[in-house]
């Protein structure tokens, strides 16, 4: 009888054993009994230039820090697939094998991105002892430009061998981040100089009835050969002047879209004025036309239905011309 109970118990126990071992492999999974199982990262983002099997793989202990592989160029990533882990795990003998083909980690490498205007200043610099001029637009051929270096890198542009025709402002030279790495890709980079010129722009949308003022003016480079022949660039032809239609951001202005403001509106009443040297006689009149201060518009007389020619002075006031003073008279 006893001997039947220790059978029983003993193949009670190894079921038990059999169950617990089943439930805990999942996918990429190894039971290392009283050891935490060994599992895959399956996604990492390095700073450095080396992948250890830490980087793969979770409680490997001391064998951590062995080297495996190489980390991608800064900004892109490496997936290593099921095959070669399985052929890491074996080498280095690791308790771990792929549950299926689909098992993978994928290794990026962190970087700090240099943009085309930063790249752009580079160049400038180094083109200008052969001839360049400090506020010239940089044009590159490869409108996709751009540089990565790695996190623990400074994001600093080396440039080599620059050349610039004169003639023609087109350059070519070689680039390469960080700035001084011998080991760094060298990139080899064309484009073409342009002389630039400041313009006064609106900082922001402007309504046909706003005055221009200081602030609402900014200052932008365009490609002086893009500029037309009319186009303002004083803020002083601007400050104080009012639009004919309403202005874009950031656009230039040509000199026939605004004007002085306006302080006549036409079918507006105004006070006429006429000075002469013993008096000033004023009457009322109805302006026929819109007008700003200086311009010259018709008045009806409101009495005499009289047309004058005067002269704008200010809001809602005209002078009268000379040879307008004898209509005036005649009241």
């Known amino acids: 009888m006893l001997h039947r109970i220790l059978t029983i118990g003993l193949t009670i126990l190894a079921l038990s054993t059999t169950i617990a071992v089943g439930a805990g492999q999942e996918k990429g999974v190894q039971n290392l009994g009283d050891q935490a199982p060994v599992t895959l990262q399956e996604s990492v983002r390095l700073d450095g230039k080396i992948v250890y099997l830490g980087d793969l793989f979770m409680n490997i202990g001391d064998k951590a820090k062995i080297a495996v592989a190489y980390t991608p160029e800064p900004g892109k990533r490496t997936i290593f697939d099921a095959n070669w882990l399985s052929r890491i795990a074996r080498t280095h003998r690791l308790k771990w094998r792929p549950m299926s083909r689909y098992d993978r980690v994928v290794i990026e490498r962190s970087s700090i991105v240099i943009s085309r205007e930063q790249i752009a200043e580079e160049v400038l610099q180094a083109l200008i002892d052969q001839g360049a001029e400090a506020d010239m637009e940089v044009e590159f051929s490869n409108r996709m430009l751009r540089m990565h270096v790695g996190g623990d890198a400074l994001a600093v542009v080396g440039v080599e061998d620059s050349i610039l025709d004169a003639r023609t402002n087109r350059f070519s030279a070689i680039i390469h981040a960080p700035a001084g790495d011998p080991g760094a890709k060298r990139i080899r980079i064309t484009g073409r100089l342009h002389r630039t010129s400041e313009v006064p722009v ?3 949308r402007i309504l046909s009835s706003e005055i221009l003022q200081k ?15 009319d186009v303002i660039l004083s803020d002083l032809d601007l400050i104080g002047k009012s639009p004919r239609r309403g ?7 040509r ?3 605004v004007r002085r403001p306006v302080l006549i509106k036409k079918g507006s009443l105004v006070t006429i004025i006429l000075t002469s040297s013993k008096m000033t006689l004023t009457s009322k009149g109805k302006a026929n036309s819109a ?3 200086g311009d010259l518009i018709q008045v009806t007389n409101i009495q005499s239905k009289t047309i004058i020619e005067a002269e704008v002075i200010g809001a809602g006031r005209v ?3 000379p ?6 008279n005649q009241q």
């Open 215 to 229: 602030e609402d003016i900014k200052w932008i480079k365009v490609r002086s050969r893009r500029l037309q022949n």
């Open 202 to 204: 609106p900082a922001r």
């Open 255 to 257: 000199t026939s879209a």
């Open 319 to 321: 002078a009268v011309r």
């Open 291 to 293: 007008g700003s201060e």
């Open 323 to 328: 040879a307008a003073q004898l209509a005036m």
């Open 247 to 253: 202005l874009r951001a950031g656009q230039p202005i």
